[in-house]
């Protein structure tokens, strides 16, 4: 059995990505979501009290996974934050894919979905450790900078900028 074929228009947007056309340039954002590479790597143990009575992960608790992968993240990435200026969840899409048992070792992928004036889009994969190809969970979040004396967005930090730069 042969193994299943991208569709024709991801095979196009990965050459495009592989080899641009310096006449025909394409949005950052496209050429991140083309051929995205990790921002971040999370590995995440399941607990045996993130299990409901069905024996598998509690649904808000990918949620906690996804917080802690993000958490992981900004640890490495100097310059994220400072009095005038803290990122807040605005937004979080999660499709469950299939259950996680215990016990289990995942690994949450982070990748830049796109760049805004004061947020960044991360896209989210939740996979196990030993076969990459068994995926809980993918999605995406929406993380907004804010002046937390104002309550108002503010330009997303430089380094935030320069991390995303650096996995695409």
């Not at 083309?34 to 399941?46: H, M, S």
């Not at 605005?90 to 048992?101: D, F, K, L, Q, V």
């Not at 995926?135 to 108002?152: A, E, I, N, R």
Request: proline share 10%; net charge negative; hydrophobic share 40%.
């Amino acid at each position: 059995m042969s193994s299943p074929q991208p569709a024709p228009e991801k095979r196009t947007r990965a050459r495009k990505a592989e080899a641009p056309d310096s006449n025909a340039a394409a949005p950052a954002a496209e050429l991140s979501v083309a051929t995205p590479r990790p921002l971040f790597i999370a590995p995440i143990g399941v607990r045996w009290r993130d299990l409901d009575a069905f024996n598998h992960v509690n649904n808000a608790n990918y949620l906690t996974y996804l917080e802690e992968a993000r958490l992981q993240w900004l640890r490495h990435v100097p310059g994220w934050f400072d009095e005038h200026s803290m990122p807040v969840l605005a937004a979080s899409e999660i499709n469950y894919r299939r259950p996680i048992e215990w016990p289990a070792q995942l690994q949450v992928e982070l990748r830049c979905e796109r760049l805004g004036n004061s947020s960044i889009t991360l896209a989210h994969r939740i996979v196990d450790t030993e076969q990459a190809d068994c995926l809980y969970s993918d999605g995406k979040v929406v993380m907004v900078w804010m002046d937390p004396t104002t309550g108002k967005p503010v330009p997303l930090p430089q380094a935030i900028r320069d991390a995303a730069a650096a996995s695409a």
